[in-house]
C-alpha cells in the first residue's frame, strides 16, 4: 500500500523559509505523480505545486509562483517544498499527495494518496 509521510513543519517568521519533505513508499514499479496541497483555517484544501516524474516538469498555483520549489530526489520516493519569502497566508496544513501516473499528471482533484499533514505557521 501507498504510504506518504511528512516531516514536521514549524513556524516562521515572515519572509522566512521552510523546508518540507515527503517519505513515500509502497510505490512498487509503478510512477506516481506528486504533489503538495494545502488547507488554510476556514478554506478548502489547494494545490500548491505538483511534479512529473517522468521530465521533473512542475505546475504552482499563482499565489506561490517565484517562492516556492517542488522537487524530488534520484529515486522519486521523497518529495520536497522549498518555501521562501513566506507570507502570513501561507499557513496552514500542509499535505504530501500521490497517484499513479497514466500517460500525464493529473489534475489535483484527482489525487488520491495523501500523507497525515503537517502544519506551516507563519506568524511574527
Known amino acids: 500500500a501507498v504510504q506518504l509521510v511528512e516531516s514536521e513543519g514549524g513556524s516562521v517568521q515572515p519572509g522566512g523559509s521552510l523546508r518540507l519533505s515527503c517519505t513515500a513508499s509502497?510505490?512498487?514499479?509503478?510512477?506516481?505523480?506528486m504533489a503538495w496541497f494545502r488547507q488554510a483555517p476556514g478554506k478548502e484544501r489547494e494545490g500548491v505545486a505538483d511534479?512529473?516524474?517522468?521530465?521533473?516538469?512542475?505546475t504552482y498555483t499563482d499565489s506561490v509562483k517565484g517562492r516556492f520549489t517542488i522537487s524530488q530526489d534520484n529515486a522519486k520516493t521523497t518529495l520536497y517544498l522549498q518555501m521562501g519569502s513566506l507570507k502570513r497566508e501561507d499557513t496552514g496544513m500542509y499535505y504530501c499527495?500521490?497517484?499513479?501516473?497514466?500517460?500525464?499528471?493529473?489534475?489535483?482533484?484527482?489525487?488520491?494518496?495523501w500523507g497525515q499533514g503537517t502544519q506551516v505557521t507563519v506568524s511574527s
Open positions: 509502497g510505490f512498487s514499479n509503478s510512477t506516481y505523480c
Open positions: 499527495a500521490a497517484v499513479l501516473r497514466y500517460g500525464r499528471c493529473p489534475p489535483y482533484h484527482v489525487y488520491n494518496y
Open positions: 511534479i512529473d516524474p517522468m521530465d521533473g516538469s512542475t
